[in-house]
């Protein structure tokens, strides 16, 4: 494959490399395939500097001839543990993985802003790195590899894209300041007495303790965090017992706290330790809470933001506000914490699609047409902080 020239012909690259990467999906930290396609194709572009923060990862840097800005696009690249389940003809050829989240979309798209920028030349001013990530699925995701690699230094604004299928095809939708949020989750032991079921007054029935538990922690958001800057918190797992005439003596539960203000985050961590712990005495049983900490939310920079908007001004229909941040989570937020940023949605839904299924369902489905959008975006940008001189 040689570099493509023209606007039709980048449009219709972009699809294919998404289809290619969408048959071959491979899970986070295990994207062997995918970055060595994505690097056999980075390679084809004499100009470009190629290399492997990590195993799994790929970076290509592109030097303009003049002192300038340095500036930083990021794709994530790794898949789902999902079985597909849509028509298309290009579908996962990998039983029980998938790219639900649209990674092979957002790789695409920056593969055709390295091709469009490296054939505008290197007579401009500044420095362009497309970073290629591994594992955004999981915690602690490849961001946080890449960056103590250091492909973040001296790097004046980082930018990346996600598609989102709650918006349509020609829509960009941002925000400024937190627009993601921090995801802790935890796990809950509650150690009672067990015994027989026709006796429970002579057991600590830990059941009935988390059944309270849970409870109980439903309030704590409603009643005991301002309004505007509450979390979500979610308890999604409860395991207790394994015979109908037996009380246990364990109880396991678990779940989510999503934030997107660091206080309430702290806060909403140290309310649930509290209740848990309280209403386990209360009874006579002890429990233990085992944290698993996620990354913060994503922060946008303001003056970063609105280059964003420039850009998107000149190639989207519509660019949209949005009024609150999304509860998803995303490890770009390391990236964000380093340099300023700006981490904005690109509509991929069209009616022709029927329903618009969410990330990460079996029959996520997008509007290949959007991804010249991104594509262009990026190069809107780079045309922006790194002008060609003369």
């Known amino acids: 494959m040689t570099t493509t020239t023209t606007t039709t012909t980048l449009k219709e690259q972009v ?27 980075l390679r084809q572009c004499k100009n470009f500097i190629v290399t492997r923060p990590t195993n799994t990862s790929v970076m290509a840097v592109l030097k303009g001839q003049k002192h300038g800005k340095i500036i930083a696009y990021r794709a994530d690249i790794d898949a789902l543990p999902i079985q597909e389940e849509t028509d298309v003809s290009f579908r996962s050829q990998v039983v029980g993985v998938m790219h639900a989240c649209g990674h092979d979309a957002h790789a695409a798209m920056l593969l055709g802003a390295a091709f469009a920028l490296h054939n505008r030349g290197t007579n ?94 439903q309030t704590i958001v409603s009643r ?11 308890v999604t797992k409860f395991h207790c017992g394994t015979s109908l005439n037996i009380i246990a003596d364990q109880a396991e539960l678990g779940g989510t706290i999503r934030s997107h203000h660091e206080d309430s985050r702290i806060f909403a961590r140290q309310l649930l330790e509290q209740t848990v712990h309280g209403i386990a005495q209360t009874h006579g049983a002890t ?98 902080l790194c002008p060609i001189v003369q």
């Not at 289809?19 to 056999?40: A, G, M, N, Y």
């Not at 790195?129 to 961001?143: D, I, K, W």
């Open 224 to 234: 005991k965090i301002a309004n505007g800057t509450a979390p979500v918190l979610s």
């Open 287 to 384: 429990a233990s809470i085992t944290w698993e900490l996620g990354c913060s939310a994503v922060f946008n920079d303001i003056d970063t933001t609105d280059i964003s908007i420039s850009a998107a001004l000149k190639i989207f229909e519509n660019i949209i506000e949005l009024e609150q941040p999304m509860f998803g989570t995303e490890d770009f937020a390391i990236m964000a914490e380093q340099v300023p940023s700006s981490y904005q949605f690109i509509g991929v839904h069209h009616e022709k699609l029927g329903e618009a299924y969410p990330l990460h369902h079996p029959k996520f489905n997008i509007d290949e047409d959007a991804l010249i959008l991104g594509t262009s975006y990026y190069v809107e940008i780079a045309k922006e």
């Open 15 to 41: 699809i294919t490399w998404r289809r290619t990467l969408h048959q071959q999906p491979e899970l986070s930290f295990e994207e062997v395939k995918t970055s060595q396609f994505i690097e056999d194709q």
């Open 124 to 217: 401009f001013a500044g420095e362009i790195r497309f970073l290629f990530q591994h594992a955004e699925e999981v915690s602690p995701g490849g961001a946080e590899q890449m960056v103590a690699q250091g492909v973040l230094q001296d790097v004046e604004h980082a930018f990346a894209l996600h598609v989102s299928p709650n918006h349509l095809s020609g829509q960009l939708a941002f925000r400024k300041k937190a627009i993601s949020s921090a995801a802790d989750d935890f796990e809950i032991t509650v150690l009672g007495s067990g015994g027989h079921a026709g006796m429970p007054a002579e057991t600590i029935d830990p059941l009935l303790i988390g059944s309270e538990i849970v409870q109980a922690l």
